[in-house]
């Protein structure tokens, strides 16, 4: 079965620094992935998505992640975080056979400070 | 706007009761989808659809139903209300069933007592 590890429940940086949040994926064949952003009491916003190709991603709001398949890992990244970035962070993964059932990691929430 | 929406947004039930969480979206998406989110326990597949007429089981479906008699509309049904049924519950779709993604509604916050 396919799931997803997200191994920082909580991550705090400052404004301005850079930030990488983990994701490691278990999945048989290539997997899509996924990276979804949940500010509070919103829904989640797709930030961006891998299926094929360049596995260097770029998606919304300056995020990027790259896919590793040896190291089973989609990890996101941004360079310089704004304090309006502070939200939860979900990792997915979804299947290419039939219907995407789409797994959901647990979550990182993250803070920003000053 | 385009989009998922949801209704309520809030409710309280009372064990034993039942009720009907709506779900409407206006892109034309053929998949639909019904998550719950729990802390510590992300989002968990409740119920899905792949078109209108067609819906399957996820990975936590009892205690609720569901029903997709056109595009549109998605509701999911809780048959008798349940503490453990205390969640957020989200709706989703998409448009093709791998690469797009989901847009997500703004969630039914459920309480129950």
Redesign the interface.
């Given at each position: 079965a396919q799931s997803v590890t997200q191994p920082d429940i909580h991550i705090t940086v400052s404004e301005g620094a850079s930030l990488e949040l983990r994701c490691n994926y278990s999945y048989g064949a290539t997997p899509y992935l996924f990276w979804y952003v949940q500010s509070p009491g919103q829904g989640l916003q797709l930030l961006l998505k891998y299926f094929s190709g360049d596995t260097l991603v770029q998606g919304i709001k300056g995020f990027e992640a790259e896919f590793k398949r040896s190291q089973s890992s989609f990890n996101l990244r941004k360079p310089s975080v704004h304090w309006s970035d502070a939200a939860e962070y979900f990792c997915a993964v979804g299947g290419s056979w039939g219907y995407q059932k789409v797994t959901f990691g647990t979550g990182t929430k993250l803070q920003v400070i000053p | 706007n385009a989009g998922?929406t949801q209704t309520p947004k809030f409710q309280v039930l009372k064990t034993g009761q039942s009720m009907t969480l709506q779900c409407a979206q206006d892109m034309n998406h053929e998949?639909m989808?019904w998550?719950r989110q729990d802390p510590?326990?992300?989002?968990?597949?409740i119920h899905?659809s792949?078109g209108a007429g067609i819906t399957?089981q996820?990975e936590v479906p009892n205690g609720y139903n569901v029903s997709r008699s056109t595009t549109e509309d998605f509701p999911l049904r809780l048959l008798s209300a349940a503490p453990s049924q205390t969640s957020v519950y989200?709706c989703?779709s998409?448009y093709s069933?791998?690469?797009?993604?989901?847009?997500?509604?703004?969630?039914t916050r459920l309480t129950v007592v």
């Open positions: - | 998922v998949y989808s998550y510590g326990m992300g989002l968990r597949l899905y792949v399957d996820g989200f989703a998409s069933d791998r690469e797009d993604g989901y847009t997500f509604g703004s969630g």
